[in-house]
């Protein structure tokens, strides 16, 4: 069920940046909590955080929905 998780973070991410295939989405499962991994491309990282965290806040807001619906806690970290 997760997998639906990091296709939503990926096709997402995809959609905002300049270079959609330097994205990648990683994922460490723990027992109640997982985190999902973002990397992009340096010069994309502006467009996925957005002004004040506006973008990055509105994804995770995405993904604790998603997340909700499973029962499972969801912790998205946006990576250098």
Known sequence: MSTDIKDIVAF??????????????????G??????ELRVAKDD???VIGK???????????LNAAATKIKKRVVLEIIE
């Open 45 to 47: 990282m502006g467009k």
């Open 52 to 62: 004040q965290g506006r973008t990055a806040r509105a994804v995770r807001t995405v």
């Open 31 to 36: 027992e109640q909590t997982s985190v999902i």
């Open 12 to 29: 997402i991410a995809k959609a905002l940046v300049d270079h959609p295939e330097e994205v990648s989405v990683e994922e460490v499962v």
